[in-house]
């Protein structure tokens, strides 16, 4: 029968914390994969963390990431020593832990190239691998009817990922198949216009909109008040992209980096090409509660009754306590839906779900 325990604690030292950790978990004869993430304020003693971590409990297989910031049930951690642990119980011939960075940049072969089962594949990537979003495109249809869930590692000093064993570079995980599961994604950011078309840009820079100089109808979509002082809208104003195909509106958020009035042109963290759809979002935290709500509603629906056992959650930096509050909202909000059940995750460096690598989302998984 399929199990999840949950271990988490906040101690300076790193072996006081896996030691509450192993006390919480207790007897786990039966677990063969632990979900680890840590805060960076271990990422010295990862190595030695994730071998103490093996020998005690004999879980056999792991995967995680350092964070910035790191989660369970409830409880966010930040700017502390800390560690959250989920130990599970699965069929063993039906999931796999692979690292593209031990396997020379190939993507793990399918199960069996003849099931096209789906394959949900919660993954970990270095947000310094310039090639991390083609691999993110390409890896579902390599792995044979793939689904990524994820994130990209944050981190003040290393960028480490666990698969096993320590690896950084580029992307790992674990591969399921015919485990039952339900994902859900909520965006953190608000479209305040419906979507325009980019009509000409150069690389990064957005020239013309609806064939309209590109700040000019930026300023207008913003409302007076901001364009006044362009400035303030940084941080608050984004640039969203509608997901092509997507049946629940979903988008990509990408930042605003910079203006300029002269030519009226503006520049957005993406290497855009001409005749995109584009509009223009705003974030805050109504927003953000608003659609958290949403899409827990939506998971739920999709449910079908059934009860969560434990889960993944991966969530964007600037989600957390800068959109919901410093009591651990954004987790608690969770709880309220599905009860107090077994979950971690870590406050990522960007989000993945399905093929692509999307800002300031929540990615939820649950496992039945």
Known sequence: ????????????????????????IGTCEECNLAFIYVTDAFSNELSKLLRYLKEQTGIAHWVGSIGNGICCTNTEYYEQPAIVLLACQFPQE????????????????????????????????????????????????????GYLIGGLTSSDNHYFQVADDLTEGSLSGVIFE????VTGLSQGCT???????????????AMTIDGRPALEVFKEDIGEVLARDIDRAAGYIFAAFPVQGSDTGDYLVRNVIGFDPDNNLLAIGEHMTPDTPIMFCRRDGKSAIEDMQRMLADVK????????????????????????????????????VF??????????????????????????????
């Open 339 to 368: 009860g107090d059940i077994p979950l971690v995750g870590f406050y990522a460096n960007g989000e993945i779900a399905g093929q692509r690598l999307y800002g300031y989302t929540g990615v939820l998984t649950l496992f039945l």
């Open 94 to 145: 039906q999931f796999r832990v692979f690292d593209m960075a031990r396997e020379e940049q190939q993507a793990p072969p399918p199960f069996n190239p003849n099931d096209f089962s789906l394959r949900p594949t919660v993954v970990h990537g270095d947000p310094r691998n310039g090639h991390l979003p083609e691999t993110i495109h390409d890896l579902p249809e390599q792995l044979g009817n």
């Open 301 to 336: 629906k999709r449910l079908r009754g059934a009860e969560p056992k434990g889960g993944v959650y991966i969530s964007c930096l600037g989600r957390g306590r800068h959109l919901f509050g410093e009591n651990s909202e954004e987790m608690k909000m969770i709880s309220e």
């Open 178 to 181: 015919n485990i039952p599961m």
């Open 191 to 205: 479209p305040i216009t419906e979507p325009r078309m980019l009509t000409t840009c150069d690389h990064h820079m």
């Open 1 to 24: 029968m399929t199990q999840f325990k949950l271990g988490h604690a906040a101690e300076n030292e790193w072996q006081k914390a896996a030691d509450q950790v192993i006390k919480q």
